[in-house]
Every structure is written in C-alpha cells, then in structure tokens.
C-alpha cells in the first residue's frame, strides 16, 4: 500500500498551499484538490467506513475537524483575495480630480451670420425691419418691376442664372433689390426694411468675385422722404460699422431702379485718408450702392408718387468684411477651413 499522508501532513500541505494562492482562481483549485468530490479530504471522509470499528471513532473526529478547518480557512482566504482584488480595482479607476480637465471646443458662428446680424441689428436700432424673400425668383421682380425691361442695355450688368425661360421666366436673384417690388407689392407705407440674403451671378470667381454671394438691401418708403434722410441713415450706419471719426462722400451713379442714384464711400479706415493699399491710394473705399426709389418703380406697385417718396440701398457684406479686416481674398469665406473662421472669430471686434 502507497504510503498515504496523514492527516496532519494533509492539512499542513493544504493550508501551505492555501496561504499561498494570490488570487480566487488557484482557491478554487484547491477546493477541488481538498475539499471537492474527488478532493483529498474527501476521500480521507470515504474510509472512514472502511476501518475497524475502534479506529473509527477518532479518524472519523481528526478528519470532521480537518474538514471544518480548511472549509473556514478557505472562506477566509478567499474574502481578503476578494478584498484586495476590489481594492485593485477602485485603485486603477479612481479619478483624480485635481486634474486640469480638457478643454471644450466652444462654438462659434459664422462669419457671415454675424455680419448680416450686425448689419440689421444696426439698421434695426434706426426702425428697419428685417425681412428675407426667395433666392428663385421672378424676372419680373428682379428687373422688369425695377425698371430694368428686357430690351434695357443695363439687364446684362447682372450676369444671370436662368432657370426657366418663357411666359413666366424664373432666375437666381442677381441681387436682393426684388424684394423691393415684393415688399412694396405686400403693404403700403410706410416702409422701413432691410433684406439679408444670398445673390448668384453667373461670373468668374476672384479676390473680390464669387458666383454665390450676400447682400444686404434696405428700403425705405414714407412721405416726404429725401436724400437728406438716405445721406443721415447711411453715414450713421458708416460710423456704428466703421467708426464715429469716419468721413463719408456720396458720388453720382447709375442704376435703373433709383432717380438719382449714389454711391457711398467712406474716407479708409486703414490711413485715415492718405492713401494705402487697400484704398488703392485713393484714400476712398465704395460701400456700396443706393439711390431715391425711381418714381416709376413706385407706379408699378401702385404708390401714390404724388404722396410718396423712398431711398434704397444695396450692399455686398463679405467685401465690407474684407474692407473691415483688411482681408485680402473673399473666397476664404467659403473654403470652411475651421483656423481661418476660428481666427475671424477671435478678431471680431
Ligand atoms: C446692386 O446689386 C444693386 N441692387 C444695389 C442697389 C440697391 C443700388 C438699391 C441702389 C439701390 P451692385 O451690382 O453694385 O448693385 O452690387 C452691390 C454690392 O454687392 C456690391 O457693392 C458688392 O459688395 C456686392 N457684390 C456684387 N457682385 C458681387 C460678387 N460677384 N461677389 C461678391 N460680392 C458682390
């Protein structure tokens, strides 16, 4: 017979082995090795019966107790793996609050979208409502009802997207002044509007030309209205954009839709008028177009021009943007390269 170990050697291996196991897995090990069906200790209990009735008695005590020993010794063991274990855990997770945390990226708005609002908002302070019409538009609203008739030499300066030909002939706006026709066809005066929205010219894009641009238009109808009030509402407009020290000159100019008309320049806030680059050393920068409302286009929507009379204005806001920041190139407005926005929106004075 293979020499067996006795009970003491037993227990001596099993509790050596025990304290040594790092970790629940090798435990459960052990279980099987002593404790379990097949396990040492158990087959210790199975010959119990087998032994002569004097001997049973003790082994039978020394084996019950070897039992309970180990099964106790056992749960210790494994609450303190258990424990260190979570320990562990709740070490590796732990957050260090006093950590700098990592920025949020905030967001910003578009160039644009900030320009047409501070556009408005100024106009808006003088009593103009802000209003948008559609971008597809009729031919009759955006020259015919301007006093730009088909025959008329002027319909070519706006190279035009055409969408549908014929009886009813549908364009992209060349320019906002259609919502002109379209406000003065909707209410009677007084008017007092400005229009923000995108134009499309079907022209060669450059520093200074897109085929897809913003406009700004403002109108104003009422009785007794004259150039004076246009000169007042434009220059006031200047100096909140451009400065309270800026000078402003109105010079004659030509549009269709306006008798006379003007355009509106302002002394360049970069050299205060002594010529530089970005005036092209005339010491002058165009704002824009504006004139009193042709008294044919206000017989056309049916107002009294006995009674009535209006100025208009039309301005481009990226090229005020590129006036206003000195920018040279105005189709970085729409590359969407997120350090050129990022960094116009850190400038925005
Ligand atoms: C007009 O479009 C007139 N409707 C303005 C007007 C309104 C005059 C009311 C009188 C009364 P003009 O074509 O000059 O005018 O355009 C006005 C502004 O739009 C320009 O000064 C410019 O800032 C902008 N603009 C015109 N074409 C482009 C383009 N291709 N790309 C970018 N901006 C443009």
Redesign the pocket.
Known sequence: MAAEPTIIELRAAALTRLNAASDLETTRAWYRDYLGDHGAVTALTKRIASLPPEQRRAFGIAVNALKTELGATLSERQASLEASALETRIESEAIDVTLPGRPVRRGFLHPTTRIIREICDIFGKMGFQTVEGPEVEYAKYNFDMLNIPADHPARD??DTFHVESGESEIVLR????PM?VRTMLGQQPPVRVVVPGR?Y?Y?ATDA????M???V??LAVDEGITLADLKGTLTEFARQMFGPERKTRFRCDF?P??EP?VDFAIDCPQCGGKGCRLCKQSGWI??????MVHPRVLEMVGYDTSKYTGF?????P???MLLKYGLDD?RDFYKNDIRWLRQMDRAWL
Request: aromatic share 14%; net charge negative.
């Open positions: 300066v706006w060349t320019h906002t002044s002109q134009c010219r022209e200074t030309h897109l085929a641009f913003l406009q238009e403002g549009f839709f306006v008309g165009e704002l824009l177009g504006a004139g208009a204005f039309g301005m481009g990226e090229r005020l105005i």
